[in-house]
Each structure stands twice: as structure tokens, then as C-alpha cells.
């Protein structure tokens, strides 16, 4: 090593460029440990945005429920609506008129099922929201 610092000044800038290709190779390879560390730290960070807007914005709790509660209202009424028609067509002389209505309706209800989905992850999964929002953001683009 003295050959080395002779030629770079110091044993110590020697050990200082060791050091750094060292540290370098490091941060060249993830490791799963890494891996969950991070998703880990990630997770956390997210709960606690989450806790830290809900206490925040307390004030729009009645707000908000009542959009949820007016979401999911209507989503099930025509999700019951559609089921209803559907099982009438069954017992109907002329079924096409009463499956064509089901049909529209469904296609409304595939508009509305990612609100819906994230209404009921805020209110019922909300730690759990990282998973259920990509899913709601793919119904909501139209990616099944």
C-alpha cells in the first residue's frame, strides 16, 4: 500500500479510492434485503401520508361520505337493476328488449366499479390502498 500512496500522494487517498470502488460495486447490486427495506420504508411513508390527509382534511368527513355513500348507491341500483332485468328476461314472452336494458346498464356499471373500488378501500383497507389504487387507475383506463 505504500507503493501506492507513494504514487497517489497518501495511504490514505489509497485507501479513500479503495473505499469508493468498494462502496461502488455495492450500490451496483440490489439485493432482495435491500429490496424489502425499501418497500418497507415505502409502505410506511404511504400509511402515514394516508393518517397525516385524513387528520387534515377531518373537517370533509361528512363531504365525503355522503359522495360515498351517493356512489355506491347508485352503483348498486344498477347493479340491481341490471340483475333484475336479467332474471325477468328469463320468465318474458319477449326477453330482447329487457336483456338489451341489462346490457347498458352493465356497461354503466363498468364505468363506475373503480370509484366504487376505491371508495370501499378508503373506507375499509385503507393500509392496504397501494395495490387497490393501480387496480381502480387500470379499471378506470380500461385495462382489465
Known sequence: MSFWGNI?????????????????????????????DDISKRNQAMQSFLIGWMETTKGQNIARRLLALIMTSVWLLQFLGSQILSIAAIWSDNPDRLLKSAEVINGNIEQMTGAVMLILAFYFAAPHMGSIVQSAIGKFGGVK
Open 8 to 36: 497517489f500522494g497518501t495511504s490514505e487517498a489509497t485507501n479513500s479510492m479503495v473505499n469508493a470502488a468498494v462502496d461502488g460495486l455495492d450500490k451496483l447490486i440490489y439485493t432482495d434485503e435491500e429490496k424489502a
